[in-house]
């Protein structure tokens, strides 16, 4: 009988660096904004270099944090979790650049922060899984999927940053 694969022994091709332009959504969680990180956060996705296409502080309601982490709805920590992150407003970004989506987990870290590299996000700034202080899409379909979950049409700008030509050769 073939060993059922775990999450770790599959390929994630999106977790290699890709050179495609990908959007992903990152929200800052209630304990990053109640632990005063907004700040921090937004500053390390921008010195990176990506693009900032939306950004609000919301409050979430709980169906929106369901259909969010409905992959997870049979997980015992389910309850928390929505819990946890309609606990207090959130920060909903929207960045875009090349290969955004990998490149955006590798800045936040380890869902654990104590596995967390130190330099990462959660590395940085955070003990425990449930307040691990921020959110990074896990692939680009799922970036996609959740800008449109959080963000109204209207709410997201396209625009040209100056750097653009002092980043990219
Ligand atoms: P990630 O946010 O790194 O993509 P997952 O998708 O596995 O991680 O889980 C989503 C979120 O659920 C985590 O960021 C964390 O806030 C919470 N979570 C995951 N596992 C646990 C756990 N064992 N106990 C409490 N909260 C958890």
């Not at 907004?38 to 409050?59: A, P």
């Not at 606990?87 to 967390?116: F, H, N, Y």
């Amino acid at each position: 009988k073939p060993r059922k694969a775990t999450k770790t022994h599959i390929f994630l091709p999106h977790l290699v660096a890709s050179m495609e332009v990908e959007e992903t959504y990152i929200m800052v969680k209630p304990d990053g904004i109640q632990r005063g990180l907004v700040g921090e956060i937004i500053s390390r996705f921008e010195k990176k270099g990506f693009k900032l296409t939306g950004l609000k502080l919301f409050q979430c309601p709980q169906e929106l944090a369901e259909e969010h982490y409905k992959d997870l709805k049979t997980r015992p920590f389910f309850p928390k979790l929505i819990n946890y992150i309609t606990s207090g407003p959130v920060v909903c970004m929207a960045w875009e650049g090349v290969g955004a989506v990998a490149s955006a987990r590798k800045l936040i870290g380890s869902t654990d922060p104590l596995q967390a590299e130190p330099g990462t996000i959660r590395g940085d700034l955070a003990v425990q899984t449930g307040r691990n202080v921020v959110h990074g899409s896990d692939s680009p379909e799922n970036g996609k999927r959740e800008i449109a979950l959080w963000f109204k049409e209207g709410e997201l700008c396209q625009w040209s940053p100056a750097q653009a030509t002092w980043l990219r050769e």
